[in-house]
């Protein structure tokens, strides 16, 4: 089973940048669509960003122009880099594959914009 790890959330004031990573344990990674999710408190987990393996992204319109989804297939590894951040994307952050049967999630990492 891939597994998946994530990190380089944080505390950002709005406006600010955070640039989150996922690496994945399998070289499968670079044969799959790959997507960010966010779940907001109280709020279901849903897909903000993909990318194919040739990388082609797609984005959610709550992120389009902000956030830049990227891959580096040598290195099994997504990234999100988030501009202009917002307190509404105030979330725990997760990649997964965006399409077929998902791997096990992992643990996530926070991203909180406050002043």
């Known amino acids: 089973q891939v597994q998946v790890v994530e990190s380089g959330g944080g505390l950002v004031q709005p406006g600010g940048s955070l640039r989150l990573s996922c690496a994945a344990s399998?070289?499968?990674?670079?044969?799959?669509?790959m997507g960010w999710y966010y779940e907001a408190p109280g709020k279901q987990r849903e897909l903000v960003a993909s990318?194919?393996?040739?990388?082609?992204?797609n984005y959610a319109d709550s992120v389009k122009g902000r956030f830049t989804i990227s891959r580096d297939n040598a290195k099994n590894t997504v990234y999100l880099q988030m501009n202009s951040l917002k307190p509404e994307d105030t979330a725990v952050y997760y990649c997964?594959?965006?399409?077929?049967?998902?791997?096990?999630w992992g643990q996530g990492t926070q991203v909180t914009v406050s002043s």
């Open positions: 399998s070289s499968i990674f670079r044969f799959s669509v």
């Open positions: 997964n594959k965006a399409s077929g049967s998902r791997w096990t």
């Open positions: 990318i194919t393996a040739g990388g082609t992204t």
